[in-house]
């Protein structure tokens, strides 16, 4: 049964920082792993998608690697701004196996 | 193109009350998932649906949930006698395909209140 974790739960940081959020998950048979942006009381904003056969997918300030052998994804934030407040959920699977961590919660500080 | 459109986007119950959450996939979507996420928690996969039929239901509660995708008009999932417990996000996505490999792509939520 495919788990993901997100670590850390919370992040707190000054503005400007480069910061990495971390996504693991237990399962390397997926065909695709999602990045998502949740604000306070809103929906979903999809940020990045990975393919199984790809290892990277960038956009503007956002990178994010997947390590299937490992279990491993990282979403880099360059330049953190305040605006980046927000959750961030990592998504691995694909269609209705969509499986969702709990999410990292980021706080930027101006 | 519009996106995945779901209504309410809030929905106040009372307690022992139904409630009714639509979602309308993108056009050209005939698969339509919906998730719950618990306050403070990740979102849980709940059901699967394809046009009138329901593919899979696994993470669906055994009583008093239940979804549909009728051929006309938008999916619904339909919650009777409503409990504090309830008290959720609801979102559902749409995809063009069924496959494990399709994007699926997200509405903005239902939040359900449970007074």
């Known amino acids: 049964k495919q788990e993901v974790t997100q670590i850390p739960a919370a992040l707190s940081v000054p503005e400007g920082e480069n910061l990495v959020l971390n996504c693991s998950f237990t399962?390397?048979?997926?065909?695709?792993l999602q990045w998502f942006r949740q604000d306070p009381g809103k929906g979903l904003t999809s940020l990045l998608l990975?393919?199984?056969?790809?290892r990277e997918q960038t956009s503007g300030r956002l990178n994010a690697s997947l390590d299937k052998s490992s279990g491993r994804s990282t979403l880099y934030i360059a330049a953190s701004q305040p605006g980046d407040s927000a959750t961030y959920l990592c998504?691995?699977?694909?269609?209705?196996?969509?499986?969702f961590g709990a999410g990292t919660r980021l706080f930027v500080k101006a | 193109n519009a996106g995945v459109m779901q209504n309410p986007r809030h929905l106040v119950r009372r307690r022992g009350q139904e409630a009714r959450l639509r979602c309308s996939p993108m056009?050209?979507?005939?698969?339509v998932y919906w998730y719950r996420q618990l306050p403070e928690e990740g979102l849980k996969f709940m059901v699967y649906?394809?046009?009138?039929?329901?593919?899979?239901e696994s993470g669906m509660p055994k009583e008093r949930f239940s979804a549909e995708f009728p051929k006309e008009g938008p999916s619904i999932l339909r919650i009777q006698q409503v409990v504090r417990g309830d008290s959720a996000a609801y979102f559902c996505?749409?995809?063009?395909?069924?496959?494990?490999?399709?994007?699926?792509?997200f509405g903005q939520g239902t939040r359900l209140t449970v007074v």
């Open positions: 996505a749409s995809s063009p395909a069924g496959g494990a490999d399709t994007e699926a792509f």
């Open positions: 399962d390397s048979a997926i065909y695709n």
């Open positions: 990975i393919q199984s056969s790809q």
């Open positions: 998504a691995v699977g694909g269609g209705f196996k969509t499986i």
């Open positions: 056009k050209g979507h005939s698969h």
């Open positions: 649906l394809q046009k009138e039929n329901i593919i899979d």
